[in-house]
């Protein structure tokens, strides 16, 4: 199974194709479109790696962008004894949610991708006249 080291808003993030990640929100994207990663520090699979030095030239990624959004309120409060003061703060860190697809080597090769997801779809059976009898 092939893996790679992606860095992006800060952090560096171990993906593997198929994988659904809370990542740092991207700048003007909109949902169900393609994210392109080319920061990629490391990738290989089990038997052997490619380091870069920072990064690798020519390694990328592709993902899908599922959603962006914000995390659970954290609250933040300060109080200072015997001095009548606090103060009470809220934080809701906003995230974008994406799934990786395809991880491609240096020279072009795709690695490892996903398999496609298909949408579950619902259907509703009609209540005809004769049922009901």
Same mark, same amino acid.
């Given at each position: 199974m092939s893996y790679a080291v992606i860095q992006t808003g800060g952090k560096q993030y171990k993906v593997v194709s198929g994988e659904i990640l809370k990542i740092e929100r991207l *700048? $003007?994207? /909109? *949902?169900?479109? #393609? !994210?392109?990663f080319k920061e990629i520090l490391a990738y290989g699979n089990e038997k052997e790696i490619e380091i870069g030095s920072p990064v690798v030239q020519g390694a990328r990624v592709e993902a899908n =962008? !599922? /959603?962006?959004? @914000? $995390?659970?309120? !954290? =609250? !933040?409060? /300060? #109080?200072?004894?015997?001095? $009548?003061?606090?103060? #009470? $703060?809220g934080h809701r860190q906003q995230y974008s949610m994406i799934r990786i697809n395809k991880i491609f080597s240096k020279d072009g090769k795709i690695l490892s991708e996903a398999k496609e997801v298909s @949408?579950?779809? @619902?259907?509703?059976? /009609?209540?005809t006249k004769e049922n009901k009898k």
């Open positions: *700048p $003007n994207s /909109k *949902p169900d479109t #393609k !994210i392109e =962008l !599922i /959603k962006n959004s @914000k $995390n659970r309120t !954290i =609250l !933040i409060f /300060k #109080k200072r004894r015997r001095q $009548n003061s606090r103060r #009470k $703060n @949408k579950a779809t @619902k259907t509703v059976a /009609k209540d």
